[in-house]
């Protein structure tokens, strides 16, 4: 289920599905090995990752919509750690997010009463009206633009050290142009790590790698020239050739 209407969602047969309640208790019987037919499954085991903490990862469409079925299941989830002996397991809760509800009321209770659990990405397609809502609007037509704004800038401004990747800057061929530009205002509004990626589009080309190199090197550049505090501490985070969601991977350059 998503609350938004991207022209370029790589989701080409959508629906409102979603996981339903007797669901949440199989996904969690079979990821602490209480499933029946365990045969039928890999056995895992619930452990403290390399970041430190057992990871519990929601994406979409938009989590965010079944805010109330995440709590039961979290709800859920501690009643099997209990169950299990496992109360001291260090865990957080991850979310994949448009940003256009953080601020709804039962958002904002789970957020508050899982704030210090919470690792929370929000996409945008650009830092002004003009670059993010050529392809991100609701689904009434309406850009999103300051509705996903006020959400990363809180986010931003209340991020942790171990939590840097607040927000991930989603690049289309309609707003590519716009690239450089937006950076260097969210610099200037106190963005320091700012994680970008391609969309899922067939039809990139030379000229378009071409533009993208460009927008990089002047934004290199300006961090270079104009914040020289910012050169170790800055970190826009692109894609590689060896990256599958690379689009210029294929073309010669």
Known sequence: ???????????????????????????????????????????????????????????????????????????????????????????????????????????QDFYKEYKDRIWMVTSIDGYSSESNDICRKFKNGKGTFDTIKKTLDYLNANKKDDNKVKMKYVISKANLKYLYTDVVKMIKNGYTYIHTGLVEEDNWTTEDAKLYYEQLSRIIDYVIYNVPELRDNFDLNTISKHMSTNRFYTHQM
């Open 1 to 107: 289920m998503c609350n938004l209407a991207c022209t370029y969602c790589f989701q080409r047969n959508k629906s409102n599905h979603t996981l339903l309640p007797h669901e949440y208790k199989r996904i969690l019987d079979i990821l602490f090995n209480d499933e029946p037919d365990s045969d039928k499954f890999e056995t895992f085991k619930i452990k403290e990752g390399r970041r430190g903490y057992f990871f519990l990862y929601f994406i979409g469409g938009e989590p965010l919509l079944k805010i109330k079925d995440i709590r039961y299941f979290i709800y859920l989830f501690e009643e099997k750690l209990e169950e299990h002996n496992m109360k001291d397991l260090k865990w957080k809760i991850g979310f994949t997010s448009n940003g256009t509800l953080f601020f709804d009321k039962d958002v």
